[in-house]
């Protein structure tokens, strides 16, 4: 069976140079020196939300084809806000996911709730590049990346007052953790793209108390989410179950409402 993960990450490696050709990694720099970015804190907004809930942006993925290819980013954004979201996921991969750096931008422009851009991050340089887009959060795969890269891509962010959230999948990718306080487990297998919510009940032991937790994928229903709760996580991170609607915003409104009578 085709490893997606592999397929991607050989192809984000690809990309990373092609983007250094176009624009060198000193240019970012300069162009951040001259940028005022607003600071929103993921965590914060974490641990100060009674949903906890991090509604994700995507229109598609390797695995389910187009899930909603015409969705406006902005129009998604504030409906997700305005529908309780703690804060917003946005997938910023064109190939592979349908989306765009753009993405990143219009989301942060049309709201004022944190974003953490979901990207596949394999080199330095997509650290710095997240920054200047103005996303308040980048996602450190563990999985795609060694420990060393996981090291150095997390210094870098910390140096530009970036939070990360560090998702990992097994026992053994704990050993990826440092000053991470952001941990997400991911209930998708990513080399087969299949999901199994009991991967964030079966890690939930191994994690550091410390640690703000975040679970993601294959959460579909408020219950679920209580659950997790439950088992000590305090963020959740869902897209597929709101973008496969035709009001994705209108849809969380749904899911919180049932989840408040689940409290």
């Not at 009674?50 to 015409?70: H, L, Q, T, V, Y």
């Amino acid at each position: 069976m085709k490893d997606i993960l592999e397929e991607i990450v050989a192809y984000k490696r690809m990309e990373v140079e092609e983007q250094k050709k176009r624009c060198a990694i000193d240019e970012i720099c300069r162009l951040l020196e001259k940028k005022t970015l607003e600071a929103r804190s993921l965590k914060s907004a974490l641990e100060n939300s009674d949903s906890g809930i991090i509604a994700e942006f995507k229109r598609r993925s390797p695995s389910k084809g187009w899930i909603n290819e015409f969705a406006d980013v902005k129009q998604v954004a504030q409906h997700y806000e305005a529908n309780g979201a703690a804060a917003l996921s946005v997938l910023s991969d064109e190939h592979f996911f349908g989306g765009t750096a753009h993405d990143v931008e219009t989301a942060l422009s049309a709201t004022h709730i944190p974003v953490l851009r979901k990207e596949f991050i394999v080199d330095e340089y997509q650290v710095y590049e997240t920054k200047l887009l103005g996303a308040n959060a980048i996602l450190l795969i563990a999985a795609a990346i060694s420990k060393e890269e996981c090291r150095r891509f997390t210094k870098i962010a910390e140096e530009l007052q970036l939070e990360v959230l560090l998702e990992l999948h097994d026992e053994k990718e704990t050993e990826y953790i440092t000053s991470h306080s952001l941990i997400g487990i991911n209930n998708r297998n990513l080399g087969t793209f299949a999901t199994h919510a009991e991967k964030s009940f079966q890690m939930a032991r191994v994690l550091p108390k410390e640690a703000l937790w975040i679970s993601e994928s294959g959460i579909s229903s408020p219950t679920m989410v209580s659950t997790l709760r439950e088992a000590g996580y305090r963020g959740f991170l869902i897209g597929e179950n709101f973008m496969k609607t035709a009001d994705p915003g209108a849809s969380l409104g749904v899911f919180l409402s049932e989840l408040k009578e689940d409290f």
